[in-house]
């Protein structure tokens, strides 16, 4: 035999004996060895009738070759509130699929519940079965599912009940001449950029302690807990007298917003008493045009430009209010600020400030100046035993027993635990004469101490 040919047959050779081991891996067949990325897809409080956010997974197939699904089937079927999209294709079921060795795909998951008719939490389970030859392996689907009062631009009078939480869309509002109570452990949820307006009205919320009213976003997920700007806040605008118990309002653009005044002296548009505002994305406290608020008790932190901006004239009356600034948002601004002016087509006015009186209130935050007055003409103001930081330190009969750039040692300010630990300045440093009775988890004031939080 010629060596040319001799190399021909032994590369044929060389190639036949390869080929079987070449084509395994094109070879289509069932298999046993597929895995998914999870075994189980849960879902968060799903509000009925709204969808929830989708979830997705993957399948992995471990086997040599190709691994072909008989059938990949949605269990529930029609009648199912989940739906399901595998590899870029809706439908309950995926017949003759196929993966390659070593590789994966893409399933994803959504679902909508019906109303239930009831006020508890309900759980609604499923499952995908992927059936590949003898073998059948599932993915668990489960949510949690919540009856709830739907609010979309509507009027809204008379009382919020709490057997089940609100949802609102667009915005509610409490028109002109109309009160509404929101009872005790009320939850209201918010869509994204959704509002709450008290127009020349009265609002009227009756938290208590350890029930509270709870005004927050709508996304459910434990990533959404604290992430500023989901939903808009409250705003009072020409508003009637309005009173606040024990309300957290949390993750929106403004906090509590009071524009102009539908009351006068000695009355308070607003008074807001033992509550909390969190993880805002502008203001957490903003009353302007001649706003007249009140405050007890309160605690503001994690705001995106101020905690409290007070702004074109009104009335301010504060006591025991921490306005903490320290979180997660990067900003420039002090976060206690006071400006009695506006300027419109180059020309300034000048709002009165008929009441600017601050008691027993912590003011500080990240930054080295945390505190702004911005005054034109006469403006008689007041800080009483108050701990302040600021670099400028003020002095003279407006400031009274303050105390400047002492840490107040807070808890876990960046979590917005805002009550403080020993040694602090704090503690037994403010005025017993103006003082509350009680802090805002109803401790007696004994020192008492200065800011919302009073330490035994």
């Known amino acids: ?17 390869s080929l079987p081991f070449s084509c395994k891996k094109n070879q289509v067949l069932t298999g046993t060895k597929f895995e998914f990325s999870r075994d189980t897809i849960v879902f968060d409080t799903v509000f009925t009738t709204i969808g929830s956010t989708t979830r997705n997974f993957r399948v992995y197939n471990n086997e040599n070759f190709i691994l072909k699904f008989d059938e990949i089937r949605l269990m529930g079927g029609e009648s199912s509130p989940f739906r399901f999209n595998f590899d870029g294709a809706p439908g309950i079921l995926h ?17 909508t519940l019906s109303v239930n008719g ?90 208590e302690l350890d029930n509270e009213v709870q005004f927050r976003g709508d996304r459910l997920e434990s990533f959404y807990e604290n992430i500023h700007g989901q939903w808009y806040g409250l705003r009072f605008i020409e508003a009637k007298q309005s009173n606040i118990d024990y309300l957290i309002l949390k993750n929106s653009v403004m ?12 009355d308070y548009t607003v008074t807001a008493r033992n509550s909390q505002f969190y993880n805002i994305s502008l203001f957490g406290i903003f009353p ?32 025991n209010c921490t306005f903490a600034n320290i979180g997660s948002q990067v900003r420039s601004t002090p976060l206690f600020a006071i400006r009695n002016h506006f300027t419109t087509d180059g020309i300034t006015y000048i709002r009165p400030i008929d009441e600017a009186n601050f008691y027993n209130c912590v003011i500080w935050g990240s930054q080295n100046d945390e505190f702004s007055l911005d005054l034109l003409g006469t403006v008689n103001f007041l800080f009483d035993h108050c701990l302040i930081r600021n670099t400028a330190i003020q002095s003279g009969s407006s400031f009274f027993n303050c105390i400047w750039n002492q840490n107040p040692n807070f808890e876990n300010a960046p979590t917005n635990n805002l009550n403080f630990v020993l040694p602090s300045a704090l503690n037994n440093n403010g005025n ?3 003082a509350t009775s009680a802090d805002i988890k109803g401790t007696p004031r004994t020192g008492p101490d200065i800011g919302a939080y009073e330490v035994q």
């Open 288 to 319: 302007v045009a001649g706003a007249r608020l009140k405050l007890e008790n309160c605690v503001i932190n994690n705001c995106g430009v101020a905690s409290a901006f007070l702004y074109a004239g009104g009335a301010y009356n504060f006591t």
């Open 432 to 434: 017993s004469g103006t």
């Open 118 to 207: 009831t006020n508890l939490p309900m759980v609604v389970t499923d499952s995908i079965r992927f059936r590949s030859g003898n073998t059948e392996k599932y993915i668990i689907l489960a949510v949690w599912g919540q009856d709830v009062y739907y609010h979309y631009r509507d009027v809204s009078e008379g009382v919020w009940e709490n057997d089940k939480p609100h949802l609102v869309y667009d915005y509610t509002a409490v028109d002109e001449n109309k009160t509404l109570t929101i009872q005790p452990g009320t939850i209201v949820y918010f869509h994204k950029n959704a509002r709450f307006i008290v127009f020349k009205g009265s609002l009227n919320i009756q938290g």
């Open 95 to 111: 017949e003759n699929i196929e993966i390659y060795p070593k590789d994966s795909l893409f399933g994803f998951v959504d679902v």
């Open 255 to 266: 906090g509590l917003q009071v524009d102009s005044t539908g009351t006068s002296a000695p």
């Open 1 to 17: 035999m010629s060596i040319f040919k001799t190399v021909l047959y032994l590369t044929g050779f060389v190639l036949l004996a």
